[in-house]
T-cell receptor, first 115, second 109 residues
Framework: EAGVTQFPSHSVIEKGQTVTLRCDPISGHDNLYWYRRVMGKEIKFLLHFVKESKQDESGMPNNRFLAERTGGTYSTLKVQPAELEDSGVYFC?????????????FGQGTRLTVV | DAKTTQPPSMDCAEGRAANLPCNHSTISGNEYVYWYRQIHSQGPQYIIHGLKNNETNEMASLIITEDRKSSTLILPHATLRDTAVYYCIVRATGNQFYFGTGTSLTVIP
């Protein structure tokens, strides 16, 4: 069974440009999460989808970040325009159920560098 | 945001049991304790989770105190590949994982 897959693995962009990260969850997993670790900080929650609906987006830092999950399958996270402080590793995770006793499986992350 | 306290680092001899402690004194009755680890810069890897009872799987054992204010992750026979940062996480009912700073475990040959 394929795990959570993220594209690209690395991205280097200039400040002010746009970048779109993609996450393919485990097949059949309705719950999809985005997390990120910026330089020197802890891994932080960004948002949670249940199918195509945003269940919780309390961790989104500002309106430069836009997450979508059309059709309830893969998800994209767009950063527009990118700023230097957006550099870090962006992780996606998925889980089968919403219940808190259900483990989530993480992808390998996308390392974003804004120069 | 992190609801857990862990030692920043630990060493363990290869082949010995690694016991990683975690304090979560403010845990609520319906919150689960999860353990994940991160090897190098890979994505967090699920290890185990529990609510009240001790749990064991093929990777590790989780011992939760009766008052649920602390827990211990046990890797019964640590190998060099277990060197990683281990995160003890209390999962909120909103389903977020609060990662904290974790414990950097080094398995020594």
């Amino acid at each position: 069974e394929a795990g959570v897959t993220q594209f690209p693995s690395h991205s280097v962009i200039e400040k002010g440009q746009t970048v779109t990260l993609r996450c393919d969850p485990i097949s059949g997993h309705d719950n999809l999460y985005w997390y990120r670790r910026v330089m020197g900080k802890e891994i932080k929650f960004l948002l949670h989808f249940v199918k195509e609906s945003k269940q919780d987006e309390s961790g989104m830092p500002n309106n430069r970040f836009l997450a979508e999950r059309t059709g309830g399958t893969y998800s994209t996270l767009k950063v527009q325009p990118a700023e230097l402080e957006d550099s870090g590793v962006y992780f996606c995770a998925s889980s089968l159920w919403t219940a808190p006793n259900t483990e989530a499986f993480f992808g390998q992350g996308t390392r974003l560098t804004v120069v | 945001d992190a609801k857990t306290t862990q030692p920043p680092s630990m060493d363990c001899a290869e082949g010995r049991a690694a016991n990683l402690p975690c304090n979560h004194s403010t845990i609520s009755g319906n919150e689960y304790v999860y353990w994940y680890r991160q090897i190098h810069s890979q994505g967090p890897q699920y290890i185990i989770h529990g609510l009240k009872n001790n749990e064991t799987n093929e990777m590790a054992s989780l011992i939760i105190t009766e008052d649920r204010k602390s827990s211990t992750l046990i890797l019964p026979h640590a190998t060099l590949r277990d060197t990683a940062v281990y995160y003890c996480i209390v999962r909120a009912t909103g389903n977020q994982f609060y990662f904290g700073t974790g414990t950097s475990l080094t398995v020594i040959p």
